[in-house]
């Protein structure tokens, strides 16, 4: 019974603190003037039109890991990873005015290079693994 208890109220006090945190968004957002806005929906614009280019590149491309995978080598495969990052970064940096003056945003750019990274290198990876399944 006291788990249960202790369930119910931790729910409740979960869903309290997000309705919370919720109103402060919206107080926070109502209080933007209309320029801090529209720089805030541009950057959103410029995060997923980034995400969606990124998530595509790696599959739009899948001819490409299955000839360096033929070619047996560490260095193309490198160099195949490093230019898909580099492409990555290229279009990050263009919706980004080719800046980013504040700390918090090359962190932010630095963590969405990284996950690019990683991103590309799981799905070349898979591309590669099914090309060699189906040899």
């Not at 998530?55 to 033929?70: D, G």
Request: aromatic letters at 14%.
């Amino acid at each position: 019974m006291s788990e249960g208890l202790g369930r119910y109220l931790s729910g409740k006090v979960v869903g309290g603190l997000v309705a919370v945190c919720g109103l402060l968004i919206v107080i926070w957002y109502w209080r933007l003037t209309p320029d801090e806005r529209a720089a805030l929906w541009g950057t959103a614009r410029g995060i997923l039109i980034w995400t969606g280019c990124v998530a595509v590149l790696p599959w739009a491309t899948f001819f490409v890991p299955v000839r360096v995978v033929r070619a047996e080598s560490n260095l193309i495969s490198a160099l195949m990873l490093a230019g898909y990052l580099f492409a990555d970064i290229g279009l990050a940096l263009f919706l980004a005015g080719w800046s980013a003056p504040h700390a918090w945003q090359k962190m932010g750019l630095l963590l969405g290079f990284l996950c690019a990274a990683v991103y590309n290198f799981v799905v070349c990876e898979f591309v590669a693994r099914k090309a060699e399944d189906a040899s």
